[in-house]
């Protein structure tokens, strides 16, 4: 589960912050009216105002956007299970993560899912936030082998980009572990982002 954040896009932020102020201003002068004992309505016009911007925050459509343009996340995943295949985002940024065993401080990474254009290894990097721009590594293979520590750029069918970095291979085929399962953190660049910094 991902821990997103949405925001208003501005158009829409700006114009309830307006009403918002509008708001309070119409409601102060209606308050000194009142003191002054006015005959003119201000009332309707107040509650008009305040009836505006609730209906436009409530009602108004809106396309969300990720607060921090960006979805992050730690998981831990049995690989002997679901075929290997774990998925990661969703819709255009869809990531659907096919991994098998190597051994237990390997493992490997396919780009065999229909989701997914190409993968790599960020070589000499390590931190996902050490990546300015994931599309300049050297893709090519189908494949690749992934230790503890390693970060992997992906980028999928709509031209997104994720990057994953693994954090602890288990494997029970080596007799050390008693369970297989990887544990990586991963965060997904919207908009065809490739900065990662």
Sequence with gaps: MHNT?????KKQYFTLVFLGILFVITSFIWF???????????????VLIGGLATLFAVFWPFRPTYMDRRISSKVTFDYTTNNGDFSIGREELSFTLHFTHANHENIHLYN?????RRITVA????????IKDASAFHYSSDSITLSEGDIACVENDSGNYACIKIIDIKSTQDGIDNKNEVTFSYVINPDKGTDFS
């Design 112 to 116: 065999y899912n229909s989701d997914i």
């Design 123 to 130: 070589r000499d990097v390590g931190r996902i936030s050490e």
């Design 5 to 9: 954040l949405y925001r208003l896009q």
């Design 32 to 46: 000194l009216a009142e003191l002054s004992e006015s005959e003119f309505p201000f009332e309707p016009i107040v």
